[in-house]
């Protein structure tokens, strides 16, 4: 039987690499995007949904599917207002968790961050730490929490701090060794494949998939 997905972020990074892959994969039907900006020239299998993703609740009636994936993320110097920050980065995967629950949704994947805790004295980390917390309090099935390290790759926007990051972790990635390993730059290709497996084969036991199984579940389809 064919699947409906639910994408929240398609117009970022990973969320559109997500998209792409599932317009090709013949295992889904539909796939129903919720944002606050259109997306042109896609196929009649993606119906968008077009709104302030805040009030997440308004959507309550088309939130429906068989997996949700939650790419939804900002940054400091995006979204420098921290009360702002932690609604869109806490409150919008929260919502989300909510309404796939109330609406049976048993599939449920979200990406977080390395690093996440949420008795963290560090605001992001306290923030993805607590979204983790309240997402599984929600109980669904599968849930799944990827924990990538920093993701590499060319964004729509300009990031100019994160992409000066990027350059200089990738000219010391060769020192990551051991327990280092896991704070390697994330390939964002590899991020979209591994929750599109995880998706589709949930007896996997972690929960939370941190960056160093990311590749390793990429592979295994």
């Known amino acids: 039987m064919k699947k409906t997905a639910i994408i929240l972020g398609a ?21 129903k995007l919720f944002s606050r900006s259109k997306i042109e020239g896609l196929p009649t299998k993606v119906t968008q949904y077009i709104g302030d993703l805040l009030q997440l609740d308004q959507f309550k009636l088309d939130f429906t599917a068989d997996q949700v994936f939650c790419c939804i993320g900002t940054t400091k110097s995006k979204t420098p207002n921290k009360e ?24 449920f ?11 963290s004295s560090v605001f992001y980390n306290r923030t993805k730490g607590e979204m983790e917390r309240d997402v599984l309090k929600q ?8 924990q990538p390290s920093l993701i590499g790759g060319e964004r729509k926007e300009s990031r100019t701090l994160e992409n000066i990051g990027i350059v200089i972790f990738k000219m010391i990635q060769p020192l990551f060794i051991g327990k280092l390993k896991q704070y390697k730059i994330t390939n964002p290709k590899n991020m ?11 007896s996997h036991e972690e929960v939370i998939i941190t960056s160093n199984d990311i590749k390793r579940i990429t592979n295994n389809n």
Do not use: C, H, W
Request: without cysteine; proline residues 1%; aromatic residues 6%.
């Open 109 to 119: 994947l979200v990406i977080s961050a390395l690093g996440a805790n949420a008795k």
């Open 192 to 202: 979209a494949q591994s929750m599109i497996n995880l998706a589709n084969n949930t």
């Open 139 to 146: 109980n669904i099935e599968n849930t799944f929490i990827l």
């Open 84 to 107: 702002l920050y932690k609604k869109i980065d806490y409150g919008i995967p929260v919502a989300a968790a909510k309404l796939a629950k109330a609406n049976k949704i048993d599939t």
């Open 11 to 31: 117009t970022g990074l990973t969320g559109g690499l997500l998209l792409d892959l599932l317009i090709k994969d013949e295992r889904y039907q539909s796939i």
